[in-house]
């Protein structure tokens, strides 16, 4: 996933830079079950985590590589990518079960 960040040059002239962020996702459940009869499936929770920040340090400034790198170590950072990343997937939840709908619509299902 790619995200923009902004900084400032040595005019003070607001810039943006792309950041490319490779997160994560698993689910901490069990999966299928079956206790004393009963048959389940634990899900579990949704865990999601950055693994590896990146961008193109090459003709940026030391000043201007400290401010991109405080932006990205902060925690409205990390909470904005996370939630961007959890939008894109229910965004994809949902156009796949309306492609599903149209789907069964179709066949006269």
Do not use: C
Request: charge should be negative; avoid cysteine; proline fraction near 1%.
């Amino acid at each position: 996933m790619e995200i923009t960040v902004n900084y400032f040059d040595r005019e003070d002239n607001e810039k943006k830079i792309k950041v490319k962020v490779d997160i994560s996702t698993h689910r901490d459940g069990v999966g299928p079950y079956e206790y004393w009869g009963f048959k389940g499936y634990d899900k579990g929770d949704l865990h999601s985590a950055i693994d590896d920040i990146s961008f193109d340090k090459s003709e940026l400034t030391e000043n201007e590589l400290n401010q991109i790198e405080e932006e990205i170590a902060s925690e409205d950072f990390h909470a904005k990518v996370l939630g961007k990343h959890l939008d894109e997937q229910q965004a994809d939840r949902d156009d796949a079960a309306e492609a599903a709908y149209e789907s069964r619509k179709e066949n006269q299902y």
